[in-house]
């Protein structure tokens, strides 16, 4: 069995690659980064490390890879595929659609069995953003046909895997934990079970949870740690105001996740006090513009902090963490981050006003506004947010 996975980087090695191998599959890599590629070629193999007191070593075999920018090829292994995953950053879809496309021409040409496409991403429905571009790449007369070929389950992944620091540049170092759920009904009929994912019948209960409480404590945490100084988030998460920050913020999506979804209160308590001990871990050196890291993409209207701040807003929930949270992303002025300069150079130029109107969605006369503009006075004025 063979899987194709796009981006060699740390959640497809460390994670997707790993998983999809103790399956039983072939891993070949897809990646425009040609050093990676030809270091992962050379070897055939990479090691994955557990970030914990053992530090146990697993090594993925078999891998392969192909270079991003020869599309011919990469569609002849898509045609050749089990199945397709991708992890490169939801902005890097629409760069991967071409190669999809033509692989599954191929499939169809051949009269292949269909596959899934599942984008691990961090964003809701990120298969399905998947599925738009590649069809958008494919004749109209083909979309039908196409849609029947290939499957794009949405899905949810989780698993904190930092800036790697190893003098092995294909060696991982990932925390032990992780989560990895797919959209059940999207598979394609008989699509064998794969070791240590979950399929579940309805996905949006799961990718809010994960979203709403790992990916926006993480960044909170991360803006907070950033304004105040600190370098990781091991170090955030030791100053007890930012844990009582997100705290507070994660007490704010809590109780829109629990209306929401009918979740069990006292069971996602203890999810929150699980995931800020994966923050803490300190087998992990997880730098906070890592994690703060594209903060216009963080600050969209169907992301961590405005999609949740929106839906609370909506249910009479106050959220004072959330704006504090919004406000110190905007103010995240990483010189490191291209979309950090972005968001200062649009402050600079258009203003804050128009600004959160343009980046976040929410209008002039939205209740949320008027808070996230004092919260950012604040914050400029180096006062508590
Ligand atoms: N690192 C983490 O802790 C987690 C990350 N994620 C998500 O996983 C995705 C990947 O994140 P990371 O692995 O951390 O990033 P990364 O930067 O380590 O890896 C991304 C890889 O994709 C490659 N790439 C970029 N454009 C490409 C293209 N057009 N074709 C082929 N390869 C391409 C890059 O060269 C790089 O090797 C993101 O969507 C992120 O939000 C999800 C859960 C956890
Ligand atoms: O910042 P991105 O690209 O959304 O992804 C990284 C995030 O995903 C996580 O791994 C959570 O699963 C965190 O490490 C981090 O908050």
Known sequence: MIAVHFGAGNIGLGFIGLLLSQSGYSMKFVDVNADRVALINERGEYRVRLANEEGETLVVKGASAINGRDIAQVAQAIAEADIVTTAVGVGALPYLAEAIAEGIKLRMTAGAPPIPFIACENAIGGSTILKGHVMEKLAPELRDQAARAAAFPDAAVDRIVPIQQNDDELLVTVEPFYEWIVDRTALPAGFPELQGVLFVDKLEPYIERKLFTVNTGHASTAYAGYRLGYET???????????????TVLGETGAVLVRQHGLDQ???????????????????????????????????????????????????????????????????????????????????????????????????????????VLAYERIHQGQEA
Do not use: C, W
């Open 233 to 247: 988030i091991q170090e955030a998460m030791k100053d007890e105001a930012v844990v009582s920050h997100v705290r």
């Open 266 to 372: 006292a069971e996602h308590d203890r999810y929150i006090v699980k995931i800020l001990d994966r923050f803490r871990n300190p087998y992990l050196t997880d730098e906070v513009v890592r994690v703060g890291r594209s903060p216009i993409r963080k600050l969209s209207p169907n992301d961590r902090l405005v999609r949740p701040a929106l839906l609370a807003q909506g249910m009479g929930i106050e959220t004072p963490g959330l704006v504090r949270a919004i406000a110190e992303a905007l103010a995240f002025d990483s010189q490191e981050d291209q979309e950090a300069m972005e968001l200062q150079n649009a402050l600079r130029e258009q203003g804050l006003l128009a600004v959160i109107t343009k980046y976040t969605g929410i209008e002039a006369d939205h209740p949320l506004y008027a808070s996230i």
